[in-house]
């Protein structure tokens, strides 16, 4: 055969055709990525395959959170329940007044008390009959006359509300302040009126008032029936200062009202 240009020509181009098939560089190269990038990885529980995790251009972005919306998602669903406050407050009741019933009230006044009678240095009568203001006397049992304004009314106005009612007259200083010894306390029933007129003692301005002494109240023990030795004792005055209290007349050792 003879070899023309053309022929030789057609040789070359299928030589160069088969050369660059079999060994294209990039064959093996390619199919290896490809099979790496899809071999399915083992899941933690080593049980099967798991999805390849997304290529940063297949992430889907979070849609972005308000701050409304950030918010609420910080806000507790339920608030914790708060205890109602327990008051501890204890309300006090208010001050009882001086009571008219023999029953007693147990209200207290600071007091002053003095003596009056057959005997003392006014040249008084004997105060334990039945001319006192409320119109009985007591026998045995002692008795005292109540400054106007515990008493209740004033001179010729009779029986005061105070009549009848009972007090622990407790001494605890002279007028001067110093400490008493020798009294006792006693309890008395009120049957007479120590009038404000004429008597400083006796001449409060209300039951806050005082008179000289700083009492609210004054008692004038009767000296025939017993109670201002009762009360004074051995102490060697006739003027003490301490606390009068409103008690019931259960506690007072006497008998019955007497008329006569």
Not at 103 to 120: I, P, V
Not at 160 to 169: D, F, H, N, Q, R
Not at 232 to 260: H, I, P, R
């Amino acid at each position: 055969m003879k070899l023309t240009p053309a022929l030789l020509l057609a040789f070359a181009a299928i030589a160069t055709a088969h050369h660059t098939w079999s060994h294209s560089p990039y064959y093996t190269d390619e199919c290896s990525n490809e099979s790496e990038s899809a071999l399915p990885t083992v899941g933690p529980t080593g049980t099967g395959f798991v999805t390849p995790s997304p290529s940063p251009s297949e992430t889907a972005t979070s849609a972005p959170v308000s701050e409304s919306e950030s918010a609420a998602s910080l806000t507790p669903t339920t608030s914790p329940t708060e205890p109602s406050p327990v008051s501890s407050t204890t309300v006090a009741s208010a001050p009882t007044s001086s009571s008219t019933s023999t029953s007693g009230s147990g209200t207290t006044y600071k007091a002053s008390f003095t003596e009056y009678g057959a005997g003392d240095t006014f040249g008084s009568a004997n105060c334990n009959t039945a001319t006192a203001a409320c119109g009985w006397y007591s026998n045995p049992g002692y008795n005292a006359a109540a400054s106007q304004n515990l008493f209740g009314t004033g001179p010729g106005g009779g029986a005061g509300p105070a009549c009848g009612t009972c007090w622990k007259l407790t001494p605890e200083t002279t007028s001067t302040g110093a400490a008493i010894t020798g009294a006792s306390s006693i309890i008395i029933k009120v049957n007479n009126l120590c009038p404000a007129s004429g008597n400083p003692l006796c001449s409060q301005s209300g039951l806050t008032g005082t008179n000289q002494y700083g009492a609210n109240v004054n008692f004038d023990l009767c000296i025939d029936d017993g109670a201002s030795g009762a009360l004074f004792g051995s102490s060697g005055t006739g003027l003490a200062l301490g606390t009068a209290e409103s008690v019931d007349c259960s506690q007072w050792d006497g008998s019955a009202n007497l008329t006569s």
